[in-house]
Structure formats: C-alpha cells, structure tokens
C-alpha cells in the first residue's frame, strides 16, 4: 500500500527542520567530545561499544556504516589510549573482537552524559514541548 504524498507533506517538512537543529549543534558536539580528546566518531565507536559486551570490527564497520577497513585506524587510537581491546574471536580466530577497557567503559559514561546535554535550542522550549518532541520522536524510533 503506496502512501499518498499528502501524508508526507508534514514529515517533507519536519525533516530539514530536524536536520538543521543537528548541523546548528555540531560545532558544539565537536568541542564538547574534544574535552575528553575525542574526536566524534572515536565518541560514536565507544557510544557503540556497551560494557560486558564485545562487537567485530565488521559488526563497528557496520554500525558505523563505513568500510572495514577505516576502522582499523580508529580502532588504533582507541587501543593506543587504552580504552578497548581488539582479541581474536572465540569461534574464529581471524575475527577481531572489541571490548571496552574499564577506563574505556568510565570514559563512556562521562562522554554518554555529556551527550545527553541537550542543546539551548530545546532547553528554552516548554517543558510540555519538551515532553511532546520527546514521546514523538520515542515513537517515530520505535516504528
């Protein structure tokens, strides 16, 4: 079943809205993970990464959507700080795992919360209109 183009016109234009809060925020984003010398993919990779857990450098290029092989170099500079462990895998041994070290797993919670900061732009909406563009955009995920 097609949806009609009317009942995208709201979304046609919710979207470039939504996208234009993100791109007004970036150079914050970037300075805010530059405090903890992170650049924001290295901060996306230990947001990925959940403590306990291991993940394939195929499984981060993955989630990261980009090439196997740029995660190499990332990897590196995470490993050099000592943050994650890349070990051969379990089942095979030519598969690298990634695990977060427990400075890597303390660093992600510091990084997490400041993540969670949310911009001035929605600070100064209504707490109704906060709790609103929340159960929204919860919802819009969910789908």
Do not use: Y
């Not at 994650?84 to 997490?112: F, I, M, Q, W």
């Amino acid at each position: 079943m097609a949806i009609a183009p009317t009942e995208v016109a709201a979304a046609r234009e919710a979207w470039p809205l939504v996208m234009r809060l993100v791109f007004a925020n970036k150079a914050s984003f970037v300075s805010a993970m530059a405090e903890f010398d992170l650049t924001p993919v290295q901060a996306h990779v230990l947001r990925i990464l959940e403590p306990g857990r291991s993940l394939t450098m195929n499984d981060l290029a993955e989630e990261l959507r980009c090439d196997a092989s740029n995660v190499t170099g990332l990897v590196d500079r995470l490993e050099h700080r000592r943050l994650v462990e890349r070990r051969p895998g379990n089942r095979d041994r030519r598969v690298k795992e990634l695990s977060l070290t427990r400075a890597g797993a303390t660093l992600r919670r510091r990084v997490l919360a400041r993540m969670s900061e949310p911009p001035p732009e929605l600070v100064r909406l209504s707490v109704r209109d906060q709790r609103q563009l929340r159960d929204i955009l919860r919802r819009a995920l969910e789908s």
